[in-house]
């Protein structure tokens, strides 16, 4: 993964064919997208469950990019192993889900994994100031967590102080939540590199019929070249 800071689209399989994965995966890709975007989600930490580490090993052969898998569970740590040996690229856990987010992040480092953060609508920047050393990605939640195809919650401010904050770090600014046509520019030009996008990639098209697909990632990252 070497780094760069264009813009990157990620397809979150939340929104993709359940019945299909490993066909959406591949669709989706071959029509232009950058990374895949794997929600976890515990119905703890958040309101749904999600996929566990079998999912997701069982994704990994279809994947030929980025597998970008988002913790939203809590607790983390032991399931760092887990994931790893899934074959997740970058592992992101919330700032929010357990008390050593520092210690988190080694872990997820020592596991050979790029190590991401993520924070919630109500959680600061500063909330990362003393870990971004340690950090590849910051995840900034544009919707609060917990179900797809919500509204977009304006997080530009936060978006600029992080970038500020990341200064010439090789940390991307991943976003997360009702990013479309409309919005991506907005969190584009607050210094986001990574645009998280489920329904607005998916909407309209299948395994079948991927084109759409190809369609609705053009029309974002063409928004963003604006």
């Not at 192993?81 to 700032?95: E, N, Q």
Request: hydrophobic share 45%; proline share 6%.
């Amino acid at each position: 993964m070497p780094f760069d800071r264009s813009i990157k689209i990620a397809p979150s399989i939340l929104a993709a064919d359940f019945a299909n994965f490993g066909a959406e995966v591949r669709a989706v890709e071959d029509q232009g997208a950058d990374w895949i975007h794997i929600d976890v989600m515990d119905g703890h930490f958040v309101p749904n469950l999600t996929f566990g580490p079998p999912m997701v090993k069982a994704l990994r052969p279809h994947v030929k990019t980025v597998m970008d898998v988002h913790l939203m569970i809590s607790p983390v740590d032991a399931y760092i192993d887990a994931y790893a040996d899934a074959g997740a690229d970058v592992l992101t856990a919330h700032v929010e889900a357990g008390p050593h987010i520092h210690r988190t992040l080694q872990a997820i480092r020592g596991a050979g994994m790029k190590a991401g953060v993520a924070l919630n609508p109500g959680t600061p920047a500063s909330a990362v100031a003393e870990v971004l050393d340690l950090c590849d990605l910051v995840c900034v939640m544009t919707v609060n967590p917990g179900f797809g195809g919500q509204s977009f919650i304006d997080m530009t401010g936060k978006i600029a102080e992080l970038r500020t904050m990341i200064g010439d770090r090789e940390v991307h600014i991943e976003i997360d939540g009702g990013v479309d046509a409309k919005t991506a520019p907005l969190v584009a030009r607050a210094g986001a590199d990574v645009l998280v996008a489920g329904s607005a990639v998916f909407r309209g098209g299948s395994v079948e019929d991927p084109a759409p697909y190809g369609e609705n990632i053009r029309t974002i990252r063409a928004s963003v070249d604006v």
